[in-house]
């Protein structure tokens, strides 16, 4: 079994489409954690609405690429539009952040992936699952990671909205 640590955001009815995902994920594999939501401004353009990401922690059976293949079909059912912009609007973002404690290559993405030292919207949920867990490639915990994030103002936390609960 792999412990998958993965990323959602969501810029276009996000109350909705962010619990719909874990929904999803459930079926796909056990969902074990869910991290509070953050909302911050979209990155790229300051234009768009806002973004609420989290991070869930799954159990899955499935390799890196099946893992990869299912979400997007995740991402399909709720409607995902792509585009040449790489940081346009969407209803649901679901990307692999941490796989077990591999470091490999999935098509043009790394993992793990980078933005976890570079990106409060990722850094900071993915401390709050499991803030003692050991970056492959740092060495350092993802709370020393989330530590220059945190006390930011272009990002904060949103009690009031819930990625799903966990049994």
Do not use: C
């Not at 990869?68 to 940081?87: G, H």
Request: no cysteine; aromatic share 4%; glycine share 4%.
């Amino acid at each position: 079994m792999n412990t998958v640590f993965l990323s959602l955001g969501s810029n276009i009815e996000p109350e909705v489409h962010l619990p719909a995902a874990v929904r999803l994920l459930a079926a796909v594999g056990e969902v074990v954690a869910v991290s509070p939501v953050y909302e911050s401004v979209a990155v790229g353009d300051p234009t768009q609405p806002h973004f609420l990401n989290g991070a869930v922690i799954l159990i899955v059976a499935l390799s890196p690429n099946d893992l990869k293949e299912r979400l997007m079909a995740i991402e399909q059912a709720l409607k995902r539009q792509r585009s040449a912009d790489p940081n346009a609007a969407r209803t649901i973002d679901l990307d692999i952040a941490l796989f077990n404690r591999d470091v490999l290559l999935l098509g043009k993405r790394h993992i793990p992936d980078p933005d976890i030292l570079t990106q409060p919207y990722l850094a900071l949920p993915l401390a709050d699952l499991r803030p003692d867990f050991v970056h492959p490639e740092t060495g350092q915990t993802l709370r020393a990671l989330a530590a220059p994030f945190r006390g930011r103002t272009d990002i904060w936390r949103r009690d009031d909205v819930r990625l799903a609960t966990v049994k």
